[in-house]
C-alpha cells in the first residue's frame, strides 16, 4: 500500500483533458512540495512537474499541477497518443522520514 | 547535460550482496545541492526510494531498507555505488539511479538496470 493515494487508471478521448489526483497527509503532501513523473512504456520515469507546479524546461504546458491541503492533481489537456504512460506523484514524508512515491496512475488515450 | 549510467542486467543469489555503480557523465558529482540516489521498480509495480547520497558522504536510507542498504560515493570517479546484501526474490527489479536537486525533486534518470534475485 502506497502513502499517497491515485487512481488505478483514468482514461479519454484524444484531445481531450485528464485529471490524475494524489492524495496523501500532513506529514506528506500538506507540508512538502509535491513533483510528478512520466513513465512511457519500458523507460525510465521522467520529471514532469517539480514544487507543485512548476514544468521543467523543454515540458509542455498542456501539463499542469497544483496543490491544495494534503492532495496534489497533475493536469493534462490537449491529450495526444503518446501521452499513454504511468503517471507517479511523490515527495517527502516526515513521519516516515523517507521519500514517497504514489502507486502509479496508467493513462489510456482512447 | 548530465546523464546517469547503470551497469547492464544482473542476477544475484538469494542471501547474496546486490552491488550496482552509476557513473555520472557531463558534469560533477562534488555539487552542493544535489544528492544522488537509488529508486527501485519491482515488475509491474511502483517506484520505491532506497536513499541517496551527497558527496560530502553523508547518506539517507529509506527505514525500510536501512538495515540492509549501503550507498557510497566516489568523486574520484565521478560514481556512486549501492550495495544491497541478504536479497531475496522480493528484491528483483529494476533499479534506477537518478538526481535529486534543489528542484525538491528527481530531475535526471538513469535508463535502468534489471537485477534478478535467483538461485
Known amino acids: 500500500q502506497s502513502v499517497l493515494t491515485q487512481p488505478p487508471s483514468v482514461s479519454a478521448a484524444p484531445g481531450q483533458k485528464v485529471t490524475i489526483s494524489c492524495s496523501g497527509s500532513n506529514s506528506n503532501i500538506g507540508n512538502n512540495y509535491v513533483s510528478w513523473y512520466q513513465q512511457l512504456p519500458e523507460t525510465a520515469p521522467k520529471l514532469l512537474i517539480y514544487e507543485n507546479n512548476k514544468r521543467p524546461s523543454g515540458i509542455p504546458d498542456r501539463f499542469s499541477g497544483s496543490k491544495s491541503g494534503t492532495s496534489a492533481t497533475l493536469g493534462i489537456t490537449g491529450l495526444q497518443t503518446g501521452d499513454e504512460a504511468d503517471y507517479y506523484c511523490?515527495?517527502?514524508?516526515?513521519?516516515?522520514?523517507?521519500?514517497?512515491f504514489g502507486g502509479g496512475t496508467k493513462l489510456t488515450v482512447l | 547535460q548530465v546523464q546517469l549510467q547503470e551497469p547492464g542486467p544482473g542476477l544475484v543469489k538469494p542471501s547474496e550482496t546486490l552491488s550496482l555503480t552509476c557513473t555520472v557523465s557531463?558534469?560533477?558529482?562534488?555539487?552542493?545541492?544535489?544528492?544522488w540516489s537509488w529508486i527501485r521498480q519491482p515488475p509491474g509495480q511502483g517506484l520505491e526510494w532506497i536513499g541517496y547520497?551527497?558527496?560530502?558522504?553523508?547518506?539517507n536510507y529509506n527505514p525500510s531498507l536501512k538495515s540492509r542498504v549501503t550507498i557510497l560515493v566516489d568523486t574520484s570517479k565521478n560514481q556512486f555505488s549501492l550495495k544491497l546484501s541478504s536479497v531475496t526474490a522480493a528484491d528483483t527489479a529494476v533499479y534506477y539511479c537518478a538526481h535529486y536537486g534543489d528542484r525538491d525533486a528527481f530531475d535526471i534518470w538513469g535508463q535502468g538496470t534489471m537485477v534478478t534475485v535467483s538461485s
Open positions: 511523490g515527495t517527502w514524508d516526515f513521519s516516515l522520514t523517507t521519500r514517497v
Open positions: 557531463g558534469g560533477s558529482l562534488s555539487s552542493a545541492t544535489s544528492y
Open positions: 547520497i551527497h558527496y560530502s558522504g553523508s547518506a
